[in-house]
Protein backbone atom coordinates (compact mmCIF):
# COMPACT_ATOMS: atom_id res chain seq x y z
CA UNK A 1 0.00 0.00 0.00
CA UNK A 2 1.45 3.45 -1.49
CA UNK A 3 2.23 6.08 1.77
CA UNK A 4 0.61 8.53 -0.38
CA UNK A 5 -2.87 7.53 -2.32
CA UNK A 6 -3.24 9.37 -5.64
CA UNK A 7 -6.19 8.80 -8.33
CA UNK A 8 -4.36 6.52 -10.98
CA UNK A 9 -4.59 9.47 -13.66
CA UNK A 10 -2.43 11.34 -11.44
CA UNK A 11 0.01 8.49 -10.19
CA UNK A 12 0.34 8.13 -14.66
CA UNK A 13 1.35 11.99 -14.64
CA UNK A 14 3.57 11.93 -11.70
CA UNK A 15 5.52 8.39 -12.73
CA UNK A 16 6.34 9.93 -16.02
CA UNK A 17 7.45 13.59 -14.02
CA UNK A 18 9.64 11.51 -11.66
CA UNK A 19 11.04 9.90 -14.00
CA UNK A 20 11.74 12.95 -16.23
CA UNK A 21 13.37 14.91 -13.55
CA UNK A 22 15.29 11.39 -12.33
CA UNK A 23 17.05 10.89 -15.72
CA UNK A 24 17.71 14.71 -15.97
CA UNK A 25 18.93 15.42 -13.00
CA UNK A 26 21.24 12.42 -12.38
CA UNK A 27 22.66 12.57 -16.14
CA UNK A 28 23.38 16.60 -15.20
CA UNK A 29 24.95 15.94 -12.16
CA UNK A 30 27.05 12.50 -13.24
CA UNK A 31 28.47 15.36 -15.89
CA UNK A 32 30.07 17.58 -13.28
CA UNK A 33 32.00 14.85 -12.12
CA UNK A 34 35.73 15.67 -13.00
CA UNK A 35 36.67 13.00 -16.01
CA UNK A 36 39.66 12.12 -13.57
CA UNK A 37 37.52 10.81 -11.27
CA UNK A 38 36.47 8.08 -13.80
CA UNK A 39 40.06 7.42 -14.68
CA UNK A 40 41.22 7.02 -11.13
CA UNK A 41 38.23 4.42 -10.25
CA UNK A 42 38.98 2.62 -13.47
CA UNK A 43 38.70 -0.65 -11.32
CA UNK A 44 34.70 -0.04 -10.75
CA UNK A 45 34.39 -0.80 -14.43
CA UNK A 46 37.13 -3.48 -15.11
CA UNK A 47 35.65 -6.02 -17.13
CA UNK A 48 35.34 -9.34 -15.36
CA UNK A 49 36.67 -12.46 -16.66
CA UNK A 50 32.89 -14.13 -17.63
CA UNK A 51 32.49 -11.37 -19.72
CA UNK A 52 35.58 -12.46 -21.93
CA UNK A 53 36.39 -8.89 -22.78
CA UNK A 54 32.83 -8.02 -23.90
CA UNK A 55 32.38 -10.55 -26.17
CA UNK A 56 29.63 -12.78 -23.90
CA UNK A 57 27.31 -9.46 -24.35
CA UNK A 58 27.64 -9.82 -28.38
CA UNK A 59 26.91 -13.77 -28.11
CA UNK A 60 23.94 -13.62 -25.51
CA UNK A 61 22.59 -10.09 -26.64
CA UNK A 62 23.73 -9.64 -30.20
CA UNK A 63 24.92 -6.15 -29.31
CA UNK A 64 26.27 -5.07 -32.65
CA UNK A 65 23.12 -5.67 -34.50
CA UNK A 66 21.05 -3.21 -32.25
CA UNK A 67 23.74 -0.42 -30.16
CA UNK A 68 23.40 1.25 -33.34
CA UNK A 69 20.06 2.44 -33.15
CA UNK A 70 20.07 3.71 -29.88
CA UNK A 71 20.04 7.45 -29.44
CA UNK A 72 23.07 8.94 -27.89
CA UNK A 73 21.91 11.35 -24.07
CA UNK A 74 23.51 14.32 -25.83
CA UNK A 75 20.21 14.70 -27.68
CA UNK A 76 18.56 15.80 -24.34
CA UNK A 77 21.87 17.06 -22.85
CA UNK A 78 24.00 18.45 -25.24
CA UNK A 79 27.00 19.22 -22.85
CA UNK A 80 27.64 15.98 -23.20
CA UNK A 81 30.22 13.65 -25.04
CA UNK A 82 28.59 12.47 -27.94
CA UNK A 83 29.49 8.57 -27.91
CA UNK A 84 27.51 7.62 -31.07
CA UNK A 85 30.58 7.73 -32.72
CA UNK A 86 34.51 7.69 -32.30
CA UNK A 87 36.44 11.37 -32.47
CA UNK A 88 39.24 10.06 -33.75
CA UNK A 89 41.41 7.31 -33.82
CA UNK A 90 44.69 8.48 -31.75
CA UNK A 91 45.61 7.63 -27.69
CA UNK A 92 43.93 10.72 -26.52
CA UNK A 93 39.93 10.46 -28.50
CA UNK A 94 40.15 6.56 -27.39
CA UNK A 95 41.19 7.24 -24.38
CA UNK A 96 38.08 10.05 -23.57
CA UNK A 97 36.05 8.07 -25.32
CA UNK A 98 37.03 4.84 -22.60
CA UNK A 99 36.37 7.25 -19.81
CA UNK A 100 33.10 8.52 -21.22
CA UNK A 101 31.61 4.78 -21.53
CA UNK A 102 32.78 4.73 -17.60
CA UNK A 103 30.98 7.63 -16.82
CA UNK A 104 27.98 6.73 -19.32
CA UNK A 105 28.12 3.20 -17.41
CA UNK A 106 27.67 4.66 -13.75
CA UNK A 107 25.17 7.31 -14.84
CA UNK A 108 22.75 4.38 -15.86
CA UNK A 109 23.75 2.05 -12.78
CA UNK A 110 22.40 4.89 -11.04
CA UNK A 111 19.11 5.27 -13.11
CA UNK A 112 17.87 2.40 -11.95
CA UNK A 113 18.10 3.24 -8.48
CA UNK A 114 14.96 5.66 -8.33
CA UNK A 115 13.08 2.97 -9.28
CA UNK A 116 12.23 1.51 -5.74
CA UNK A 117 10.94 5.19 -4.61
CA UNK A 118 7.93 4.74 -6.50
CA UNK A 119 6.62 2.44 -3.80
CA UNK A 120 5.76 5.43 -2.08
CA UNK A 121 3.20 6.84 -4.11
CA UNK A 122 2.21 3.75 -6.53
CA UNK A 123 0.02 0.49 -5.95
CA UNK A 124 2.77 -2.32 -5.77
CA UNK A 125 1.66 -3.91 -9.23
CA UNK A 126 2.47 -0.18 -10.22
CA UNK A 127 5.68 0.44 -8.45
CA UNK A 128 6.97 -3.13 -9.59
CA UNK A 129 6.32 -1.85 -13.52
CA UNK A 130 8.37 1.05 -12.43
CA UNK A 131 11.09 -0.95 -11.20
CA UNK A 132 10.81 -2.94 -13.94
CA UNK A 133 11.25 0.21 -16.25
CA UNK A 134 14.40 1.13 -14.81
CA UNK A 135 15.84 -2.10 -15.27
CA UNK A 136 14.74 -2.62 -18.81
CA UNK A 137 15.63 0.89 -19.88
CA UNK A 138 18.93 0.95 -18.39
CA UNK A 139 20.42 -2.46 -18.45
CA UNK A 140 20.93 -2.68 -22.31
CA UNK A 141 22.60 0.86 -21.83
CA UNK A 142 24.89 -0.80 -19.56
CA UNK A 143 25.63 -3.90 -21.55
CA UNK A 144 26.80 -1.52 -24.85
CA UNK A 145 29.48 0.16 -22.37
CA UNK A 146 30.34 -3.34 -21.41
CA UNK A 147 30.73 -4.57 -24.67
CA UNK A 148 32.69 -1.62 -26.25
CA UNK A 149 35.12 -0.59 -23.04
CA UNK A 150 37.13 -4.24 -23.46
CA UNK A 151 37.34 -3.35 -27.14
CA UNK A 152 38.70 0.23 -26.60
CA UNK A 153 41.10 -0.61 -23.87
CA UNK A 154 42.53 -3.35 -26.67
CA UNK A 155 42.91 -0.39 -29.38
CA UNK A 156 44.44 1.66 -26.73
CA UNK A 157 47.01 -1.33 -25.46
CA UNK A 158 48.11 -2.10 -28.95
CA UNK A 159 48.84 1.08 -29.98
CA UNK A 160 51.28 1.63 -26.60
Not at 22 to 51: C, D, M, Y
Not at 68 to 75: R, V
Request: proline letters at 5%; aromatic letters at 16%; charged letters at 20%.
Amino acid sequence: MPLIELPLHRVILLDAVAWMIFHLTISVAAQRIPINWFARNGRLFKSFSWEQEGRIWQRLFRVKKWKGHIPDGTLFISSGYNKSHLHGADDSSLYDFLLESRRAECVHWLTILPGFLFFFWNPVWAAWLNVAYAVLFNVPLIVVQRFNRPRLERLLNSSR
